[in-house]
Nanobody, 115 residues
Framework: QVHLVESGGGLVQAGGSLGLSCVASGNIFRNNTMGWYRQAPGKQRELVAL???????NYADSVKGRFTISRDNAKNMVYLQMSRLKPEDTAVYYC?????????WGQGTQVTVSS
């Protein structure tokens, strides 16, 4: 079992910046991928960014150049630095941990971008 806790959401004006953090605890397999997903009201959950333990990253086209994902393997943490935020970035952001076919999700943190 892996437990994920996100933090850092909130309200920000368009054009502003916000950082999210997620810490994983429990039965952490060494070889894992962590990522951020988001779900806006009435929409499906979508990928925002992924990062492997080795640091390889993958971003949704909608956030490329604005968001940066990073991780601290020693602390089992993943971060999402968001800049030049847009109202369409408003969503609940979820942390996801995957390894060897297992996946776990955090409870989500709300990000609201006002215009």
């Amino acid at each position: 079992q892996v437990h994920l806790v996100e933090s850092g959401g909130g309200l920000v004006q368009a054009g502003g910046s916000l950082g999210l953090s997620c810490v994983a605890s429990g039965n952490i397999f060494r070889n894992n991928t962590m990522g951020w997903y988001r779900q806006a009201p009435g929409k499906q959950r979508e990928l925002v960014a992924l990062i492997t333990r080795g640091g390889s990253t993958n971003y949704a086209d909608s956030v490329k150049g604005r968001f940066t994902i990073s991780r601290d393997n020693a602390k089992n943490m993943v971060y999402l630095q968001m800049s030049r935020l847009k109202p369409e970035d408003t969503a609940v952001y979820y942390c996801r941990w995957t390894s060897w076919g297992f996946e776990y999700w955090g409870q989500g943190t709300q990000v609201t971008v006002s215009s």
